[in-house]
């Protein structure tokens, strides 16, 4: 195992027993707002201090988690969900009229700037954490499929497929009985990729107001709310940036050491 | 583009010091830019910053404390009965365009307000007033069907400058009033600029030339004033950067009162706001000194009723609605919603309202009524709270000075219909003699706060960043304006 798959799964893994606590311990009640208490700098009663309505920092930080986490993680799965079957397919029908619609169904998604449709979806729709959700999911889908189409073709070339094919399977079961599981590793590794992508996603539309609505805390809200207030009080605007910072760079460590990790050719080499 | 003309000049002369040069130009920044130039036919409070004083006139004018003083028209007789007034106007006064401001104008100006298809924002002002006669160029007679104590008063708004006929067309991108500046360029987005008016029948003004300049973003605003790019910013919209700028000698600060009365209005009509109790315990769970502390980061004072307390004839009737939790859950309980309800919260840009929307949304969930918080645009907001009365509860700052009467509107967005104080503001129309007038707002201001028509939260202060050397800029905001008449450079 790599050194950055280490650091990688350590920070990774730390957000998520974070959020995972957040569930039931919280140093403070966050929706209880205590404004003399406010801006209140890190180390005193609250370990990373308060933000401008009193509250303490840790515990946005926590269920802060909890958001990013939630959104990211449906959203992958919704890509995943929709993606990989869709690319299966694909290559199943290589070159048929249908391999065509799907392939260029998900040019038409690609060629969108993903954010800019994210915030026209939440404009539409309302802003809310679902919403969120559906816009960064609808941009995972064509990530997946054509991840998975790529894998899967050279797949269908391979003797054992072309054994499986003689005994009669379906292409169907061909799929997923021999082409899905070649292809998990490449699947992991992409996922992990894409839910830091979520993360980063999630924090850019609460940045701009199109995320989750309070109550609900989310670091780029927190980021958002500490502008005006870098100059007088940086813990505010420091702590949930590096949030997101230590977050997003674990689960890349994550998934470039698990590409190596999983990845038998390396490995072989490596061995 | 200034700085760096002089920082050349300096330069080329080898001295780095500040050059003796006066300085008689000035960049002001105020939040929101002005979708149009006409003060007439637009509701924009923006087109009055700029506009008010500047370049339009009225007859009368609000001045830095609020009181209404000459305007174009130089002196008023007012008839034994109180319903005619007589206009003499200022001899000698011209349009930016060279045509003369007479009678006519006066006539003109006042007739397209009050027309039927007027667009004017604030038509109300004009109602009262039956026939308009130009007794000779200089001379104006206006008659109103009933005395009316406000009508000085509200000859001084925005909304009541004198237009040409001549000049009407093409006001709304080329305002041409009687002003001390005249308008000179507006870069859609970015700036606007005015130069002094050579020919201004008044005392000239000290800046030579003025720009205004429209930052909303808070951040934005922040570092323009820190960077010096603007001279002056009216309305600094981040409070909590104040202590900053109080601290560097570079800068002033100036903290004043609006007629902003900031409530958290209530929609009247919609259930279960249409029970009276509701709204009292809406009232009683608010707890103002945490939304001004919170929101405005201390800046603001608690008020009771829609009034500004400031004004004379303002009541403290804060004890109405002390700010107790149990008594709002026994109150929501006496209404039937003692597991409390949920509604929604729409809120427009300014952080009074999305900060002080935060804080409320907490107060109202500690005594069980939970809010969906809504961000609008002011765009939507207008559209889906102010005309198509789609909400819940909203907050925002009323800024138009003694506005009162707005509650005797049932249409008006939070559809307050009550009969009686109605009866109220048309006795006070009614009304000239000023002791008989204070009684009246006086029981005015009791009804609604006994009525707890909205949630009364706080009168919003405006600061005012300037550079150390800017002098005269209003410290109060009596109307929306930036007068630039009396601004000056220290020496």
């Not at chain 1, 060629?111 to 309302?126: K, Q, R, Y």
């Not at chain 1, 269908?156 to 070649?182: Q, Y």
């Not at chain 2, 808070?218 to 910013?233: I, K, L």
């Not at chain 2, 002098?471 to 000056?488: E, I, R």
């Amino acid at each position: 195992m790599s050194r950055n798959l280490i650091i990688g799964a350590l920070l990774s893994l730390f957000f998520l027993a974070l959020a995972a606590l957040s569930f039931v311990w919280t140093p403070n009640d966050i929706e209880a707002l205590d404004i003399p208490n406010k801006l209140q700098g890190p180390g005193g009663a609250n370990l990373l201090g308060t933000d401008h309505f009193g509250r303490d920092i840790l515990s946005m930080i926590m269920m802060g988690a909890r958001t990013s986490i939630a959104v990211a993680l449906v959203a992958v799965g919704i890509g995943m969900a929709l993606g990989i079957p869709l690319g299966l397919l694909a290559a199943a029908r290589h070159g048929s009229l249908l391999d065509e619609l799907i392939m260029r169904g998900n040019d038409l998604v690609f060629a969108f700037p993903s954010l800019v449709i994210a915030i026209l979806i939440t404009a539409v729709f309302g802003a809310s954490a679902v919403n969120a959700i559906i816009a960064i999911g609808i941009f995972n889908i064509p990530v997946f499929a054509r991840l998975t189409r790529g894998a899967a073709l050279p797949l269908w070339e391979r003797d054992f497929i072309l054994a499986a094919r003689v005994c009669g399977k379906s292409a169907a079961r061909i799929s997923a009985e021999h082409i899905l599981p070649n292809i998990t590793n490449l699947m992991i590794v992409q996922g992990t990729i894409q839910f830091s992508l979520g993360i980063l996603a999630e924090a850019a539309l609460s940045y701009i107001g199109l995320g989750a609505q309070p109550p609900t805390a989310s670091w780029g809200r927190m980021l958002a709310d500490a502008q005006t207030l870098v100059s007088i009080a940086p813990h505010t605007a420091l702590v949930p940036g590096f949030a997101i910072l230590l977050m997003v760079l674990g689960l890349n460590l994550l998934g470039d050491g698990l590409r190596d990790w999983l990845d038998p050719r390396i490995r072989v080499a490596r061995v | 583009m200034y700085q760096f003309k002089r920082l050349a000049a300096s330069a080329a002369i080898g001295l780095w010091a500040t050059t003796a040069l006066a300085q008689d130009s000035i960049t002001v920044a105020i939040q929101l830019e002005p979708p149009n130039l006409d003060p007439t036919g637009g509701a924009a409070q923006a087109i009055d910053s700029v506009l008010y004083a500047n370049v339009f006139e009225g007859l009368t004018r609000f001045d830095a404390d609020g009181a209404i003083i000459r305007g174009l028209a130089q002196s008023w007789e007012i008839s034994e009965d109180g319903t005619v007034y007589t206009f003499n106007l200022a001899a000698g006064v011209t349009f930016h365009d060279g045509t003369t401001m007479d009678a006519e104008d006066v006539k003109f100006s006042l007739d397209r307000a009050r027309a039927e298809d007027s667009t004017n924002a604030q038509k109300g002002l004009f109602a009262g007033i039956t026939d308009v006669t130009v007794v000779d160029p200089l001379t104006v007679q206006v008659t109103l069907d009933q005395p009316n104590g406000n009508f000085l008063f509200n000859m001084a708004w925005g909304d009541a400058v004198i237009v040409a006929p001549e000049s009407i067309a093409d006001i709304a991108s080329n305002p041409i009033g009687t002003g001390p500046f005249t308008f000179t360029d507006w870069v859609q987005g970015d700036r606007l600029e005015l130069t002094r008016n050579p020919d201004y029948w008044g005392p000239a003004p000290a800046l030579e030339s003025a720009t205004f300049r429209f930052i909303s973003d808070p951040t934005a605003a922040f570092a323009a004033v820190m960077a010096e790019d603007v001279d002056a910013f009216i309305g600094f919209p981040a409070p909590e950067n104040l202590p900053q700028f109080e601290a560097d000698p570079r800068f002033q600060v100036l903290v004043g009162n609006t007629e902003g009365e900031t409530i958290l209005s209530t929609n009247n009509k919609m259930p279960p706001f249409d029970n009276k109790l509701v709204r009292q315990a809406v009232a009683h769970a608010i707890d103002r000194q945490a939304i001004i502390d919170g929101a405005m980061f201390g800046l603001g004072t608690p008020i009771g009723t829609h009034f500004a307390p400031h004004n004379p004839a303002y009541v403290d009737l804060l004890a109405n609605s002390p700010h107790d939790p149990d008594r709002a859950r026994a109150l929501l309980a006496e209404a039937g919603f003692a597991d409390g309800f949920t509604t929604t919260l729409k809120l427009p840009p300014p952080s009074y309202a999305r900060r002080g929307g935060e804080i409320i949304a907490a107060q109202l969930r500690d005594v069980g009524i939970e809010t969906e918080i809504t961000n609008l645009e002011w765009a939507q907001w207008i559209e889906e709270v102010f005309k198509n009365k789609d909400f819940g509860l909203s907050i925002v700052s009323h800024t138009e000075p003694m506005d009162i009467g707005i509650y005797a509107n049932p249409d008006y967005y939070f559809q307050y219909d009550n009969p009686d104080f109605q009866a109220l503001m048309e006795e006070l129309n009614a009304t000239t003699d000023p002791d008989g007038r204070d009684d009246l707002l006086a029981k005015a201001q009791a009804i609604i706060s006994e009525d707890y028509v909205n949630g009364y939260l706080f009168e919003l202060a405006v600061a005012t960043v300037a550079k150390a050397g800017v002098q005269g800029l209003w410290v109060n905001q009596p109307t929306a304006a930036v007068d630039l008449t009396g601004v000056s450079w220290a020496e």
